[in-house]
């Protein structure tokens, strides 16, 4: 599975959005972008995906790049409990393997 | 309700005991996956199940060993040959190994061998 990186820390301002950034640059054409959060001490929990298109749900915005080699996650309105460790993983369609965790990007957001 | 489910919360142990962490799922997924988190350090792979009585190791199986008997239970247990066991083990299940398919997680074990 492709590597990602993603800068350590953000911090926004309650009410904004916030616009996390991920760089996929080996990404191969089978593999979807992920993300999840994980609040302090609680298991990780599912955001969004996508493939090649951009994807919106009701807690997020995912936009991929044409090239596919970056990706931002958008909470458009963030809330002080959207302050949480956010991770960008790209998995292979039909992978045996699980989704591969790297450090992620601690949100701040700030009252 | 459905859902992925870790027990206990909290666990502790001395060293040189095995110790086993339960987690059951009734999602009706194939997949299931164990990883470990260390503090301030993202999650790592232990173990991963696709179907029934089928299990592979992942990155730091050394020292944990599972088994997949049924589909909808993957326990872990901790062996006494694991050196550093104390951490946040957090399970997760999934409809299978396909890509676009979400992963969901347990609240986790947190154990502290002393």
């Known amino acids: 599975d492709a590597k990602t990186t993603q800068p350590p820390s953000m911090d926004c301002a309650e009410g904004r959005a916030a616009n996390l950034p991920c760089n996929h640059s080996t990404i191969s054409g089978n593999e979807y972008v992920y993300w999840y959060r994980q609040i302090h001490s609680q298991g990780p929990q599912y955001i969004i995906h996508g493939l090649k298109n951009n994807e919106t749900n009701e807690m997020a915005s995912l936009i991929i790049t044409e090239d596919r080699k970056s990706s931002t996650l958008i909470l458009p309105h963030a809330t002080l409990r959207d302050t949480a460790v956010y991770y960008c993983i790209v998995r292979a369609s039909g992978s045996a393997r699980q989704l591969t965790f790297g450090s992620g990007t601690q949100l701040t957001v700030l009252p | 309700d459905g859902g992925i489910t870790q027990s206990p919360k909290y666990l502790f142990r001395k060293e040189g005991q095995n110790v086993t962490l339960s987690c059951e799922q009734n999602l009706n997924h194939d997949a299931m996956y164990w990883y470990r988190q260390d503090p301030g350090q993202g999650l790592r792979l232990i173990y991963y199940?696709?179907?029934?009585?089928?299990?592979q190791k992942g990155d730091i199986a050394e020292g944990y060993s599972v088994s997949r008997e049924k589909k909808e239970s993957f326990p872990l247990t901790v062996t006494s040959a694991q050196k550093n066991p104390t951490a946040f083990y957090l399970c997760?299940?999934?409809?299978?190994?396909?890509?676009?398919?979400?992963?969901?997680f347990g609240q986790g074990t947190r154990l502290t061998v002393v």
């Open positions: 199940s696709q179907i029934v009585n089928d299990f």
């Open positions: 997760a299940s999934s409809i299978g190994g396909r890509g676009g398919t979400e992963a969901f």
